[in-house]
């Protein structure tokens, strides 16, 4: 079993940053792959970005490409989304999720790990 909590969300201005966070526990997430989810209000969750735990390669969705970055933290058992150039359609609820099963990074259904979430809200 693995426990995900996430932290820093909050508010903030289009155009603006931040940075999400995912501690992980009770398990080792070597051989995991660790992402990131978003639902807005009405709409379904979707993918936002991915990272394998060992070998760091990265997924990301079009929408967020080149704007945000998800990095992992061995010491910390932590990962970080960063968001750069924040754009009020980025408002939703963020999930981090784990995969334990080594599956295709961007479908909802690979994952068997799931946080709380946390609220990001952009305004114009």
């Known amino acids: 079993q693995v426990q995900l909590v996430e932290s820093g969300g909050g508010s903030v201005q289009a155009g603006g940053s931040l940075r999400l966070a995912c501690a992980a526990s009770?398990?080792?997430?070597?051989?995991?792959?660790m992402g990131w989810f978003r639902q807005a209000a009405g709409k379904e969750r979707e993918f936002v970005a991915a990272?394998?735990?060992?070998?760091?390669?990265?997924y990301y969705d079009d929408s967020v490409k080149g704007r945000f970055a998800i990095s992992r933290d061995f010491a910390r058992n932590t990962v970080y989304l960063q968001m750069n150039s924040l754009k009020p359609e980025d408002t939703a609820v963020y999930y981090c999720?784990?995969?334990?099963?080594?599956?295709?990074?961007?479908?909802?259904?690979?994952?068997?790990?799931w946080g709380q979430g946390t609220q990001v809200t952009v305004s114009s």
């Open positions: 009770g398990r080792t997430l070597s051989s995991y792959t």
């Open positions: 999720a784990a995969d334990r099963r080594m599956g295709v990074p961007r479908m909802i259904t690979s994952y068997d790990y």
């Open positions: 990272i394998r735990w060992s070998g760091g390669s990265t």
